[in-house]
């Protein structure tokens, strides 16, 4: 298939602008907050509303595209090889309830199972990352007002961190997540990680500068793709939370390994990863090095 990328980003920053324009409008205070695995997985009237505007969208301009999103996602669903749209309506919505400034919306397309073009918007801060496979990462800061009013400014993504190699974990500033499962394998696996991270080594230093929690796993990769993060390492998080991001990430020149120890190329719906930012040199050991603190656990 000859799909026009470019364009299909188009529509997508236009869709991510007016979902933006929907998140602000909301008053979290007010609106309809439910639950769907336990009382830490929350979901709101927004994120339904903003799914059902995207999904129409998109379908209405892409037909024959299949539809992926959060809130409509039915157990057993397989994403194939037929360019599918991946949406999180809104990624972190924790903090969005609480808030707290860091929440998107995440638009993927993935086409053979593999992202190809990004979209990422976090409406509170104004800043859009976007990317289509073969043409770059951008970031766009004033994405909103600042293009309405002319002043938007795009440039490719800082990647002022890209000449620095990775010299190992104990130099890296390192995002992880609780996510929403709090007991079973993952838990105890996650647990058993963040300890050992926090910890001194042997030779009385630390093992990483510090951990960070975005609570929004497509700001996460975002942020390793501008090499603001140089790990992101979650295990519990779907194909709609990163198919976006992924892509931003890669054509940033960062890597996706999988989160459990092993695997160079997860996949889409793995649902654990494992992101590190650009570099010149050192990604593929501080993997291996992230591997060997994981150890024997292994994530579901
Ligand atoms: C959330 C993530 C967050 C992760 C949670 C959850 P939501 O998405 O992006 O980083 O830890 O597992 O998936 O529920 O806010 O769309």
């Known amino acids: 298939t000859n799909l026009n990328l470019q364009e299909i980003q188009d529509t997508l920053i236009s869709v991510a602008h007016e979902a933006g324009r929907m998140m602000l409008a909301a008053n979290p205070a007010d609106i309809d907050t439910g639950t769907k695995l336990n009382s830490a997985d929350i979901v709101t009237e927004?994120?339904?509303?903003?799914?059902?505007?995207?999904?129409?969208?998109?379908?209405?301009?892409?037909?024959?595209?299949?539809?992926?999103?959060?809130?409509?996602?039915?157990?057993?669903l397989q994403i194939t090889a037929t360019p599918t749209f991946i949406v999180d309506p809104i990624d972190g919505t924790t903090n969005f309830v609480h808030g707290f400034p860091s929440a998107c919306i995440s638009l993927g397309l993935a086409v053979d199972r593999t992202p190809a073009v990004g979209?990422?918007?976090?409406?509170?801060?104004?800043?859009?990352?976007?990317?289509?496979?073969?043409?770059g990462a951008f970031v766009t800061v004033g994405a909103n007002w600042g293009l309405e009013a002319g002043k938007g400014r795009k440039t490719k993504l800082p990647l002022a961190k890209s000449p620095v190699p990775l010299t190992g974990l104990d130099r890296s500033l390192v995002s992880i997540e609780w996510g929403s499962q709090r007991d079973g394998v993952n838990y105890e696996v996650k647990t058993e990680v963040f300890k050992k991270l926090c910890a001194t080594k042997e030779n009385g230093?630390?093992?990483?500068?510090?951990?960070?929690?975005?609570?929004?796993?497509?700001?996460?990769?975002?942020?390793?793709?501008?090499?603001?993060?140089?790990?992101?390492?979650?295990?519990g998080c779907w194909a709609w939370d990163v198919c976006a991001g992924w892509c931003i990430l890669s054509e940033a020149g960062g890597i996706m390994a999988s989160g459990n120890p092993g695997s160079?190329?997860?996949?889409?719906?793995?649902?654990?990863?494992?992101?590190?930012?650009?570099?010149?040199?050192?990604?593929?050991?501080?993997?291996?090095?992230?591997?060997?603190?994981?150890?024997?656990g292994r994530m579901e």
Not at 119 to 135: E, F, I
Not at 271 to 278: D, E, G, I
């Open 205 to 235: 230093g630390a093992m990483v500068h510090s951990l960070r929690s975005m609570g929004s796993a497509a700001l996460n990769l975002c942020a390793v793709a501008a090499g603001q993060l140089d790990l992101y390492w979650e295990g």
């Open 119 to 135: 979209v990422v918007y976090n409406p509170w801060q104004d800043t859009l990352y976007s990317a289509t496979r073969g043409h």
């Open 264 to 296: 160079w190329e997860p996949e889409l719906d793995s649902r654990k990863y494992l992101a590190v930012r650009p570099a010149p040199s050192g990604q593929k050991e501080i993997v291996e090095e992230f591997w060997r603190v994981i150890g024997d």
């Open 46 to 76: 927004t994120d339904k509303a903003v799914e059902a505007l995207v999904s129409s969208r998109l379908t209405a301009a892409y037909p024959t595209f299949a539809f992926v999103g959060e809130e409509t996602y039915k157990p057993g």
